[in-house]
């Protein structure tokens, strides 16, 4: 049984407000935790929390784990493609866990294109993204960083589910 053409556009809609939404908690929790790492970092003391855990205020101006440094305009304009293609890609989120992984993957893209834009730059995309959560055996990261990487999972784990459900 096919579905009707007001549910498949009622879907997409519902997809897109979950995929916004989750994107814009993603950019505010992202900037208003990277806002604190400024302020309270800034003097170069670090924060223990437990085991190795730490906050620990650092720079990036490449991209993850500190690779490509001085390539923050090509991946700043990589990163807005690839946010473009996702939200164009919406009309197509089948379900409420691809709508959600889209979300933290633009929210987190977009909240590191910020850092390039607003911080401490000369220049376009010449900013550097902002990095505090150190595990301290792993490379320091961001939460925009761990949505791009939930987000991603998700994306995979949704992307077999359906093609899992489409051999049925």
């Known amino acids: 049984m096919s579905a009707s053409p007001g549910s498949v556009t009622s879907k997409a809609s519902r ?3 979950i995929t916004v ?3 814009a ?17 800034d003097d170069g003391h670090d924060v223990d929390l437990f085991w190795t855990l730490r906050f620990h205020l650092t720079f990036n101006g490449g991209m993850a784990f500190s690779q490509g440094r001085g390539l923050g305009p090509v991946i700043g304009v990589v990163a807005i493609v690839i946010v473009a293609v996702l939200l164009i890609s919406l009309r197509r989120a089948g379900s409420t866990v691809a709508a959600v992984a889209v979300g933290l993957v ?4 977009a909240g590191n294109i910020l850092d390039r834009l ?3 730059g000369d220049g376009f995309l010449k900013g550097e993204v902002v990095d505090f959560i150190d595990p301290q055996w792993w490379p320091v990261f961001n939460v925009a960083d761990a949505a791009v990487v939930i987000g991603g999972i998700l994306l995979l784990i949704s992307t077999a589910l359906a093609a899992d459900a489409g051999r049925r």
Not at 26 to 36: E, F, G, I, Y
Request: charged letters at 10%; proline letters at 0%; a positive charge.
């Open 118 to 120: 607003f911080r401490s």
């Open 106 to 109: 633009v929210g987190g893209a």
């Open 25 to 41: 908690a993603v950019v505010l929790a992202d900037q208003l935790t990277k806002t604190w790492a400024v302020n309270a970092l």
């Open 15 to 17: 997809g897109t407000v």
């Open 21 to 23: 939404a989750v994107a």
